[in-house]
């Protein structure tokens, strides 16, 4: 049993229920225990655009509510998982601004040491969990769809940090599709932006980026689209209908969490999946139960 | 100083310039001066169709050290931040992390930033994260909220006052 | 009574305007052993110089200081002076009172004069303790060997053989020709390549002095300048070359035939087992490629090529041999390789036939390449109606090469030339450029002429090529615009850095040369010995050294031609005198020198458990003698005691 601190950021626990729950009900019977953080905050990462300091300052302070616990940490969303990686690499090659941060983290008891190792969906999966173990617990693959895969701009670059996959040719997400079954290939627009990072300040900007990727997915004729970003699932799935209205076209892509494929693949109860929150049309895929079935 | 923008008459600032790589220590070197301007950051910025975003510009303008116009300017905020500038630079360079360094310096000054960015830091001063727990909507149109899907509650820091003094103080404060 | 004398050279200001020369040569002239001291102008002219001879013989000196410049400048002047006069020439030393202290002192006179006596009190503290020394002579073998038959070599291989010198040219391809044989046609003149090429390949052929050696490769390089002794691998060819006519029936029967990637075409068209290259090759012979004929890789029971041999020239059971050659220099003219595209993932080279290599265009455009010159997509041979061109693919990169490519930019407008020569003139061109760089002779009349083609000049790089079902797209923003412009194409010609070519590290070990950090064989200095290595007698020629184009290697590979041909030319060479040397009675055998020498001069031997230096091959670099942990090795000219005194000299703090 390998314990790890779940570290949700904002996006996840706040409204990206479904990607909470499939993690919480999933991960498990791969023997990982997840510890809640329940003092922690925002990773920083959104404050970036405002000041630096306290970017790496929130940062640290979440790796050092981990490294209390003695744990290494987890971070589902991409956004967080770089701007955790970002801090820990900066203050291991700076030691000065480590001094100063542990300084403030000192007034709440906190220190941090930078010995917590930070995993994402993507590599816990793939490189720890690892594709054998993942193909043994499939109970129902899913060999009729064919999706194309989401990563997240932040999940892949920029890679003078270290990322779960590599920036220009990401091929992780695909292989743990065909794990559970699914075809997948590349396509074009494979690592184009979703928009979400403007969504607050250019909300039509936004979905116009978001409504174009799953048309370009859709018109290539995938399936669906499957994700391992909140803020990609976010746009590409909550907000799909209104990406549609910004760019005029009709779009009914199913969009996934991954995990909530693995989860269906190895036959959990779909309503413990969060399935019923995806706001795309997932329940046009046959083996998506309707939300009336669900209950 | 021998140079000057003949149309709006603005000269470079050295100070400023310097303030870039400042706000920038401790992460990659960042320092707009080696960029050739090959362009190749804007050829494939997600930001420029829609939002004019023009890295390579920003570089350009950001190493001859015409920064207030850039600090003033809103082209800043619309970087969607996807990284792939940084990725692709020949130079090994990082027009992302200089916007960034450049919307810091807006902050510091006292612009007014975009309200999306203003509301995120207030959430985040107030308790600790950039949005409050929503109810979301299933697809049959029903509200859900986290304890309805049996999650337990969102964390938060026991002592918010605390931290938020903190953040206050961090905020003032540069990596330098 | 013989001693000392000291000579202070002004420099005419450099070093006058700084140091007080006349105070400098009062305070010389009282120290021990000194007996004269003096001062002049300039010490290198020919008064100087004859100052310094009369004084030798007027105050009956045995030992000579010069007070002056850095002797890299000036060291051999003043000791041929000092030869001239009846002295060893190792009776001499040079203080460098000029680049080591007046030029970097120039606003302190009074210290920079102290300093200036320090260096001088240090040469003469030398100088007692100096003594005569021999340099040794050793025979020159007047042949040469050339590695690497491109143009480079061709070229250094007939000037030499020009010049009576016996020559060996050793390229590990089977036909002479190299890169330039796959050209079409070269810059800015349009020259048809192998129309210029190919008669200097027959008459390398045709040279009696040129012994030709393809399908070969250096396997070991020992000896040194004057007397290398070298092992060449011939591969095995499998085709007795006497009898081969080049007729061709063999390849025709061959079962391989049409199923072995081309390397000459770029891969763009298959060859069989048994192969020439290309039909001007040089030897008109063929080869057969052992790791895909069904005979020799896997069952032996082909005997196609055998059965239709008229000549009875296939040999199978051909073997690789050693050839070993004696020289007394060598030239490198190993050549360039492209950089793989696929470095550079977001350019899509790979996933689509219609995303090519200039390369690939040249074989394409060429009327003896694999479409007959013809220009149709590689993907589906449709009509090409849009090429566009990516310059810098890899080149002035920080993560893979920094430096330019030197022939991208130029070679691309060539193409638009040919491009427009071959097809209808409403094809569009674009050429995506950083810079244009056409610094050559007549290469920016050129670009000018170029310009003229109606081709679309985008100043951008795109950040993705992307292939859609019909066409391959790129997005580009031109800077000179300030717009986004989305192209469409049906061949994307991407640009590739260049690498030194695939071996060159071994090779550079094997002879015992330096690489510079681009990993080019690195020149002695970049300015003024750009051909010579810093190992004495081997050259470097052409794109081994750096990208160039072929005006520039051409006139290197004269230019290391002549400068190897001035170590043939002599009877005998001699060694540097100050060398190291080992006392038998103190080595202990502990062998540390062997490993820190770079030019492989010491040897233990086993007998007397001791280390053994072979004089010709020690350079003097003194890396054995300050490692040596007893004290066994000397270096001759720069003794222990001497720089000992030296030391105590310099850090004699000054009276008052």
């Known amino acids: 049993m390998k314990e790890l601190g779940l570290y949700l950021g904002c996006v996840i626990p706040t409204e990206q229920y479904g990607y909470e729950m499939s993690i919480r009900e999933v991960l498990p019977k791969f023997d990982i225990e997840l510890v809640d953080l329940e003092e922690s905050t925002c990773c920083g990462a959104p404050l970036r655009n405002v000041n630096m300091f306290t970017t790496m300052y929130l940062s640290a302070r979440n790796m050092a509510l981990c490294e209390k616990k003695g744990i290494d940490l987890y971070a589902p969303c991409p956004i967080c998982h770089l701007g955790l990686t970002e801090a820990k690499e900066s203050l291991e090659e700076n030691p000065e601004l480590k001094d100063k941060i542990n300084s403030k983290l000192e007034e709440e008891d906190l220190q941090y040491e930078g010995s917590t190792e930070l995993y994402h969906t993507l590599d816990l999966l793939h490189d720890e969990i690892g594709l054998d173990e993942i193909e043994d617990q499939v109970e129902e693959p899913l060999d009729d769809l064919t999706f194309a895969a989401h990563y997240g701009c932040n999940t892949i670059r920029p890679n003078d940090l270290d990322r779960p996959d590599d920036s220009e040719n990401p091929q992780k997400l695909e292989e743990l599709m065909e794990t559970i079954g699914i075809g997948t290939e590349d396509y074009p627009e494979k690592l184009d932006c979703c928009g979400g990072q403007v969504i607050s300040d250019h909300n039509e900007s936004a979905l116009t980026k978001a409504g174009e990727k799953i048309e370009a997915v859709q018109d290539q004729g995938f399936d669906g689209l499957s994700t391992i970003c909140p803020w990609g699932h976010r746009m590409l799935d909550s907000k799909q209908d209104s990406a549609a209205d910004t760019i005029g076209e009709s779009l009914d892509l199913p969009v996934m969490y991954y995990i909530q494929l693995l989860g269906v693949a190895m036959g959990i109860e779909q309503s413990r999946l969060g399935l019923e929150l995806n706001l795309s049309p997932v329940d046009n895929l046959e083996a998506i139960e309707s939300i009336e079935e669900a209950e | ?176 | 009574m013989s001693g000392i004398g000291v000579f202070i050279c002004h420099c005419g200001s450099n070093i006058a305007g700084t140091v007080d020369v006349d105070e400098l040569t009062e305070y010389a002239s009282d120290l021990n052993g000194v007996t004269f001291a003096t001062n002049y102008k300039y010490m290198c002219s020919d008064p100087g110089q004859e100052l310094i001879k009369d004084s030798v013989e007027e105050q009956d000196l045995d030992s000579v200081v010069v007070a002056a410049c850095s002797p890299r400048m000036h060291e051999e002047t003043f000791q041929a002076v000092v030869e001239d006069a009846g002295l060893n020439p190792y009776r001499f030393q040079m203080a460098n009172i000029r680049e080591q202290c007046s030029w970097v002192h120039s606003d302190d006179m009074e210290k920079a004069t102290e300093k200036a006596k320090h260096l001088v009190e240090m040469s003469v503290e030398k100088s007692r303790l100096s003594e005569d020394l021999e340099k040794t002579e050793v025979d020159v073998n007047s042949d040469a060997l050339v590695i690497g038959g491109g143009i480079a070599g061709i070229q250094s291989a007939l000037d030499l053989a020009d010049q009576g010198k016996k020559v060996y040219l050793v390229e590990r391809e089977p036909s002479i020709g190299g890169k330039m044989a796959q050209l079409d046609k070269t810059f800015p003149t349009l020259d048809c390549s192998s129309c210029i090429l190919t008669p200097k390949m027959t008459d390398v052929a045709r040279n009696p002095n040129i012994e030709l050696l393809t399908y070969s490769e250096v396997e070991e390089v020992d000896g040194s300048v004057g007397d290398f002794e070298v092992k060449v691998k011939k591969k095995a060819t499998y085709v007795d070359w006497d009898k081969c006519t080049a007729c061709g029936d063999c390849a025709e029967a061959c079962r391989r035939s049409g199923n072995v990637e081309d390397e000459f075409n770029e891969g763009l068209d298959n060859r069989g087992a048994i192969y020439t290259p290309f039909p001007q090759a040089v030897p008109a012979a063929y080869t057969i490629d052992s790791e895909v004929c069904i005979s020799l890789e896997y069952d032996g029971t082909c005997t196609s090529c055998r059965e239709v041999c008229e000549l009875d020239a296939i040999d199978l059971d051909d073997e690789d041999e050693i050839v070993e050659l004696n020289v007394g220099s060598i030239i490198v003219a190993t050549g360039y390789d492209l950089m793989d595209p696929e470095k550079i993932y977001e350019y899509g080279y790979g996933k689509s036939k219609d995303i090519i290599t200039n390369l690939e265009l040249e074989r394409i455009i060429d009327a003896s390449g694999p479409t007959d010159g013809e220009i149709h997509r590689l993907s589906d041979g449709e009509d090409v109606e849009s090429v566009t061109f990516i310059l810098c693919v890899g080149s002035r990169d920080e993560e893979l090469q920094s430096y330019c490519c030197r022939i991208g930019c130029m070679g691309a407008l060539k193409h638009v030339h040919l491009l427009r020569d071959h097809l209808d003139e409403d094809v569009d061109i674009n050429i995506c450029y950083t810079d244009i760089r056409s610094f050559g002779k007549g290469y920016e009349e050129f670009y000018r002429r170029t310009r003229d083609l109606d081709v679309n000049f985008v100043r951008g790089r795109p950040s993705e090529v992307n292939v859609q079902e019909e066409k391959v797209e790129l997005n580009v923003f031109d800077t000179t615009m300030d717009k986004l412009l989305q192209v469409e194409s049906d061949l994307v010609v991407l640009v590739p850095a260049l690498l030194p070519s695939e071996g060159t590290e071994e090779l550079s070990r094997q002879l015992r040369i330096t690489r510079s950090s681009d990993g080019f064989l690195q020149e002695a200095h970049p300015k003024l010995r750009p051909m010579d290595t810093f190992t004495n007698g081997i050259f470097i020629a052409g794109c081994c050294q750096g990208p160039k184009d072929i005006p520039d290697s051409v006139s290197q590979a004269s230019g290391a031609a002549a400068k190897a041909s001035t170590i043939l030319s002599k009877d005998k060479l001699q060694s540097e005198a100050t060398i190291a040397s080992i006392d038998d009675d103190i080595c202990s055998g502990c062998k540390m020198c062997i490993s820190v020498c770079p030019y492989d001069a010491i040897e233990y031997n086993e007998e007397d458990e001791v280390a053994e230096i072979t004089d010709v091959l020690c350079m003097g670099c003194g890396s054995c003698a300050s490692l040596c942990p007893t004290g066994a090795i000397e270096h001759k000219g720069f003794k222990d005691e001497m720089l000992e005194a030296m030391i105590d000299a310099g850090l004699t703090e000054e009276e008052g």
């Open chain 2, 1 to 176: 100083m021998s140079l000057i923008d003949l149309t709006s008459m603005a000269e470079p600032d050295e100070e400023e310039q310097e303030k870039i790589e400042e706000t920038l220590e401790g992460l990659k070197e960042d320092i707009p001066d080696l960029c050739y301007q090959c362009g190749k950051c804007t050829s494939g910025c997600e930001a420029f169709i829609l939002l004019e975003l023009e890295p390579h510009s920003i570089m350009g303008k950001s190493k001859a050290g015409f920064i207030d116009e850039l600090v003033n300017s809103d082209e800043i905020w619309t970087c969607m931040q996807c990284f792939k500038c940084q990725e692709r630079c020949p130079q090994d360079l990082s027009p992302v992390r200089v916007i960034f360094a450049l919307k810091n310096l807006a902050v510091a000054a006292g612009k007014e930033i975009p309200s999306g960015y203003q509301k995120m830091l207030q959430s985040v001063l107030g308790n600790g994260l950039i949005q409050q727990p929503k109810e979301v909507l299933n697809r049959a149109n029903e509200t859900r909220k986290r304890e309805d899907l049996d999650l337990p509650p969102v964390p938060e820091p026991e002592d918010m006052d605390k931290v938020q003094q903190i953040l206050m103080k961090a905020t003032q404060e540069k990596l330098r």
